[in-house]
């Protein structure tokens, strides 16, 4: 049972990790800053989020929030989201 629990943490603990990584650096970008920030809002779909899942396995829940929220729900579940970099970035997309 225990090992069971740990997993479930740790999976829990790398999808928060993953997710608080990638919106790093949307948090606060510097001044003059023109790099692109994915949007967060209630319809995740709409704006180009797309869960990565694995066969056999649960994926988790996820919801945004029309004031920029995302929350991450799951139980025994491991998947992540994503959203593409406009080609309109050109050099820097692919960095």
Do not use: H, Q
């Not at 993953?18 to 809002?41: E, H, M, N, T």
């Amino acid at each position: 049972m225990r090992a069971l629990y740990i997993r479930t943490m740790s999976a829990r603990i790398a999808a928060a990790v993953i997710v608080g990584l990638l919106l790093l650096p949307s948090a606060a970008p510097a001044a003059g800053d023109d790099g692109w920030c994915a949007p967060i809002g209630a319809d995740l779909d709409a704006l180009g989020w797309r869960p990565l899942t694995f066969e056999g396995k649960a994926p988790n829940r996820f919801a945004g929030t029309a004031e920029g929220a995302l929350t991450i729900e799951g139980d025994a579940s491991v998947s992540f989201l994503f959203a593409g970099v406009p080609p309109s970035l050109g050099a820097r997309a692919e960095a």
